[in-house]
């Protein structure tokens, strides 16, 4: 099955810095790579995704890169506030619509 | 358009005990699934739904858990026995049926303490 891993399991930022999470995946089938963020007490959010037949994706001041031949694929959040601090996952799935999740990365924003 | 509704947000057992939980879709989701998440852990899947058929449960450990989703909406997953490992949160998500993976909506969860 497929294997994500995920990196670093903690980041800490000044407010205003980026942050970087990178994950990899194993299985080459994979095609659709979601972002979630997960606040204390919630469920996981989904913060953007990207497919495949895309190379990079932006929505304001969240960015996600994929590199299919090398199996890795990266969010990048710039201009990072207090609200961004959260636990961050990254996951790989195809057309089955299974998902396989890293093990998370706690970010936090220091003011 | 509401959310994945879960019930109960808390749950605490002693070990050996029985307990379900209830999961109410986005209206509209064909597929439906359960997730077990232990802290510190990404969630892990552990049953799917495709309207009320079994799509996946393959990482059901189904000598004490059973999930069954009537009519192809809400849907209850149950442990009986609980162990103490199954202390966790249990996530319900939903999404539309469709070719290339179909985006998943997570409701808030229940958390689940054995004693």
């Known amino acids: 099955g497929e294997n994500v891993e995920q990196h670093p399991s903690t980041l800490s930022v000044q407010e205003g810095d980026s942050a970087v999470i990178k994950c990899t995946y194993s299985d080459s089938a994979s095609n659709y790579f979601p972002w979630y963020k997960q606040e204390l007490g919630k469920g996981p959010q989904l913060i953007i995704d990207i497919r495949s037949n895309v190379g990079e994706k932006k929505d304001q001041r969240i960015a996600v890169t994929l590199n299919k031949t090398a199996k890795h694929f990266s969010l990048h959040i710039t201009e990072t506030q207090p609200e961004d601090s959260a636990v961050y996952f990254c996951?790989?799935?195809?057309?089955?619509?299974?998902?396989?999740f890293g093990a998370g990365t706690t970010v936090t924003v220091r003011a | 358009e509401a959310g994945v509704a879960q019930s109960p947000r808390y749950k605490i057992i002693e070990k050996r005990q029985s307990v379900a939980f209830w999961c109410n879709p986005i209206?509209?989701?064909?597929?439906l699934y359960w997730y077990q998440q232990i802290l510190g852990q990404g969630p892990k899947l552990l049953i799917q739904?495709?309207?009320?058929?079994?799509?996946?449960d393959s990482q059901l450990p189904k000598d004490r858990f059973s999930a069954e989703r009537l009519k192809g909406v809400d849907s209850t997953l149950k442990i009986q026995p609980a162990k103490l490992e199954d202390s966790a949160v249990y996530l319900c998500?939903?999404?539309?049926?469709?070719?290339?993976?179909?985006?998943?909506?997570f409701g808030p969860g229940t958390r689940l303490t054995v004693l």
């Open positions: 998500a939903s999404s539309r049926a469709g070719q290339g993976g179909g985006t998943q909506y």
């Open positions: 996951a790989a799935g195809s057309n089955d619509y299974k998902l396989s």
């Open positions: 209206s509209g989701h064909a597929t």
């Open positions: 739904f495709q309207n009320n058929g079994v799509v996946d």
